[in-house]
């Protein structure tokens, strides 16, 4: 419940913050105001010694959000995708937030199995391991297909997690209406919505049907992609709490040396990871949104093998179009088109002055291109873009962030094992063959398909409305006398109900 009470739990995390150091990384990171400072370190200070101690060998900031449970963790890789509101450097470091939470104990996972699937857990798998990987939601076993002979992995979800993210959550929702009220400049990045968006994501993590859909529509879309793996689900042995999936096995893609070792190209993988990305989320516009080094390995013959799909990123047409032209602006180094597109979109203001945001972007752009290969960074780029951003008051736009933060992390998962890697000559074939599909003559004429048939649909209609919106320009003073009523008799109608309702309830309470 969300309200006062949860300064306590607030308290309780700025001791922790406090008590590992991290309080003050966190605030220099974000750049925090006076105000903001101020407020942090009185409910953190003089509660100081009440914090959770964490691990001593971790870096600070790492430390304190394991220290405070599977919620916090989760919300720290989420706040990984918004480096707009973090901040670059605090959103990189938020990244390399791994799960440190313990497995729970196995005859606790197989009595979970046996209520969801509604049967013994022998009775469905001649094998079943130890946890081989335990996260803040959930942990995955390995296991073999009694009936199939099949190997797969079997993910669980933690019991109890929700009433413990549940608590959480209403803490995070009351410091963000905080944290707008003591620092209003904040109000841009959305703070609440940020929180509201981290809710969704993790109750939806919850429902492990819910991934499992994701990972077959997205093994639907891929299906087509050389050297790309998606572990199928088993859908007859998943459920809410448990899912099943094909078991895939692969190095894991942030281990250089044991791919060069076992004989992968390196440099071709790195390039393959950034062109599959684009041509994902450009292409389908349903990417995987969490493509850190934890969830890509490479197989023996050099597929590249996706994995946990709790995390998705969705777009839409026109929205793609934006972004790749955006990005198509900048790979030509074309910053009059990226303004252009920018001010076309709604992004920026149209009261603001194109030519000097055009500007703005070229000193932008040209530091990065004019560095070295190994220097040309998307993380730079963007950090900068969101300087550019704020100053010509661009607000928010949480489906671009998501899409630039996963282009984020997988150039850092391709820049490990390429550091030489140009990742803008690996971006430009996909970019460029995007364009050409999606804005050129023939993408046209299907757009001028898709308006014929939408307009087909409400073709019964059309006379109807076309005359309706003529009689109201013509007779403007009749129409605003015949809708007046019809509002009001809206509103009769709703109190009617209303009292009709409560009259039922008091008849039906009577009896």
Do not use: C
């Not at 549940?166 to 707008?180: P, S, T």
């Not at 850190?292 to 023996?300: D, Q, R, T």
């Amino acid at each position: 419940m969300r309200g006062p009470h949860q300064i306590w739990r607030l308290i309780r995390t700025g001791a922790t913050f406090e008590r590992t150091g991290a309080m003050a990384a966190v605030l220099d990171a974000v750049d925090a105001p006076i105000r903001l400072r101020v407020a942090a370190r009185v409910m953190g200070w003089p509660f100081r010694w009440l914090g959770y101690k964490g691990d001593p060998t971790l870096p600070p900031i790492t430390r304190a959000i394991t220290a405070l449970g599977p919620a916090y963790i989760k919300f720290g890789q989420i706040l990984s995708t918004r480096a707009d509101v973090v901040g670059p450097e605090l959103a990189g470091q938020l990244r390399m937030l791994q799960d440190r939470l313990p497995p729970f104990p196995t005859a606790i996972a197989k009595a979970a199995i046996e209520a969801e699937l509604r049967a013994p857990v022998d009775q469905l798998f001649s094998e079943f391991s130890e946890p081989v990987a335990a996260a803040s939601i959930a942990q995955v076993h390995r296991a073999r297909v009694r009936e199939t002979g099949r190997e797969v992995a079997v993910k669980v979800v933690r019991p109890g997690i929700g009433a413990a993210f549940k608590r959480d959550i209403d803490a995070f929702h009351f410091g963000a209406r905080l944290i707008e009220l003591l620092s209003p400049g904040t109000r841009r990045l959305r703070p609440r919505d940020v929180v509201s968006h981290f809710e969704q994501t993790v109750m939806g993590e919850q429902d492990l049907r819910l991934e499992a859909a994701a990972a077959s529509e997205f093994s639907e879309n891929t299906a087509q992609d050389a050297g790309f793996q998606v572990p199928l689900p088993h859908w007859s042995l998943s459920g809410r709490r448990v899912m099943t999936a094909d078991w895939a096995e692969g190095l894991p893609m942030g281990d250089r040396e044991a791919l060069i070792a076992a004989g992968h190209d390196t440099r071709d993988l790195a390039r393959r990871v950034i062109q599959l990305f684009l041509s994902h989320a450009l292409r389908d516009g349903f990417f995987h949104a969490d493509m850190h080094h934890g969830n890509l390995k490479v197989a023996a013959n050099g597929d590249i093998i996706a994995y946990d799909f709790g995390i998705m990123g969705e777009i839409d047409e026109y929205t793609r179009r934006v972004y790749a032209q955006i990005l198509y602006g900048f790979i030509q180094r074309d910053y009059r088109l990226v303004a252009r597109v920018h001010f076309e979109a709604g992004y920026v203001p149209r009261d603001r002055d194109e030519a000097a945001f055009a500007r703005a972007l070229r000193a932008v752009g040209e530091p990065i291109f004019g560095a070295d290969a190994s220097r040309i960074s998307m993380g730079n780029l963007l950090a900068y873009l969101f300087e550019v951003t704020e100053r010509f008051g661009m607000p928010t736009r949480t489906e671009l962030i998501l899409l630039q933060r996963t282009m984020v992390v997988v150039e850092g998962v391709a820049r490990s094992i390429d550091p030489q890697l140009n990742i803008w000559q690996a971006a430009k074939p996909v970019v460029s063959d995007y364009i050409k599909a999606s804005i050129g003559p023939k993408a046209a004429i299907s757009d001028m398909g898709q308006i014929v048939q939408t307009v087909g649909r409400y073709g019964p209609l059309l006379p109807r409305i076309v005359e309706q919106i003529l009689w109201e320009r013509a007779h403007p003073e009749q129409a605003a006398a015949a809708r007046a009523p019809r509002r009001r008799s809206g509103w009769g109608l709703a109190v009617i109900a209303a009292l009709s309702l409560a009259a039922g309830l008091g008849i039906g309470l009577s009896l």
